[in-house]
């Protein structure tokens, strides 16, 4: 089998391309991956460097809206999946344009390409951020419509839709996943968990928006990857999957945790504006990929949050070049 790995050396396709050449999916194990990727500020240092010497990775450097790339490196790929993102909500706030051309454009390009190629299964990796918010007790399933309510979030609805209308018009056999909010190691300190974690061990402040009630459903990235596995080698064309992790917590709780893992208290906290449009709450159930493809979250949020913070503590050379910073952690923190 060979599986073209869109965003490969990012955080989640990180990840998933470690676990497939690990032998983690049965399903893949003897599979080749070949890994498109731009590169970009996002694709942290030495994400791949576990699986460079293998014999079954193949890495590109090259853009998924170069069309004659994608369309030479589909060409007799049997599995497409495709992390490649703009994912950061503050960003396409401040500037849509590279969100609207990666995660739209992109993701055309890919498909026609992948149309093309007669690719026989398409994995278009998505968001929970496509619904919008949801009250209490709400969740959402995978008929509830898309209601985005930033840049970042309209241009995955707009390429989901996208997807699946190639399914629909053309027959490929896409299927669709949408995550909640993943965290795990290799997460770039932009993102909330690795931004406070980073912040703390550099002896700075870490801001919380508003009065920090928001609420998350949190899903750790080896419960994601496995989930992307299962709908790539079982899933049913056409179909949306959602991928839960089953554990919500407002921004204030989650801060809360952090510092207590990192022996700090809510003198580093400061409460600092609220973002534009920002979504109320994220829920959505996962019952669909359970009764399907007998997926469930299998790590506890506690015990992943600690190898998360460990992590990064043990790591400070990885996050502080992608931060610019000059130096490591003025101190030891313990974990």
Same mark, same amino acid.
């Given at each position: ?93 401040? @500037? +849509?344009? !590279? ?7 992109? =993701? $055309?390009? /890919?498909?026609?390409?992948?149309? *093309? ?39 995955? @609805? +707009?390429? !989901? ?7 629909? =018009? $053309?027959? /490929?056999?896409?299927?669709?996943? *949408? ?42 990235? !080896? ?113």
């Amino acid at each position: 089998m060979h599986i073209v790995v869109t965003g490969g050396a990012g955080f989640i396709g990180s990840h998933f391309v470690r676990q497939v050449l690990r032998g983690t999916h049965p399903e893949f194990r003897a599979a080749h991956v070949t890994v498109l990727d731009r590169f970009t500020y996002a694709a942290g240092p030495g994400n791949l460097r576990e699986a460079e010497g293998s014999s079954r990775l193949t890495v590109v450097k090259g853009d998924i809206c170069d069309q004659p790339l994608v369309e030479r490196l589909l060409t007799g790929a049997d599995l497409v999946v495709h992390f490649a993102a703009e994912s950061h909500v503050d960003r396409s706030i401040a @500037a +849509a344009d !590279d969100f609207v051309r990666t995660n739209v454009m992109g =993701t $055309h390009r /890919l498909l026609e390409a992948a149309l *093309r190629a007669r690719v026989a299964r398409f994995v278009h990796v998505s968001t929970d951020e496509v619904y919008g918010s949801i009250e209490e007790p709400g969740r959402w399933d995978e008929q509830s419509p898309v209601a985005p309510n930033s840049p970042y979030s309209a241009s995955k @609805a +707009a390429s !989901d839709l996208l997807a699946l209308a190639y399914h629909r =018009t $053309h027959g /490929l056999p896409v299927c669709v996943t *949408r995550c909640s909010n993943t965290y795990g190691s290799h997460q770039h300190p932009e993102k909330v968990v690795p931004r406070f974690v980073t912040r703390i061990l550099s002896g700075q402040r870490v801001p919380l928006y508003g009065d920090g009630s928001h609420v998350r459903d949190w899903l750790h990235v !080896d419960d994601h990857c496995r989930g992307v596995a299962l709908v790539a080698a079982g899933g049913r064309p056409g179909q949306v999957y959602n991928i839960g992790g089953g554990t919500e917590l407002t921004n204030r709780d989650l801060t809360g945790r952090i510092l207590g893992l990192l022996g700090a208290d809510w003198s580093r906290v400061d409460h600092v504006p609220d973002r534009k449009g920002h979504d109320v709450r994220y829920a959505l159930t996962y019952d669909k990929i359970s009764a399907e493809l007998g997926y469930r979250p299998t790590v506890p949020f506690e015990e992943g949050l600690a190898r998360t913070v460990a992590w990064y503590t043990r790591h400070p050379g990885w996050w502080t070049a992608l931060r610019g910073d000059e130096a490591p952690p003025r101190r030891e923190v313990p974990v």
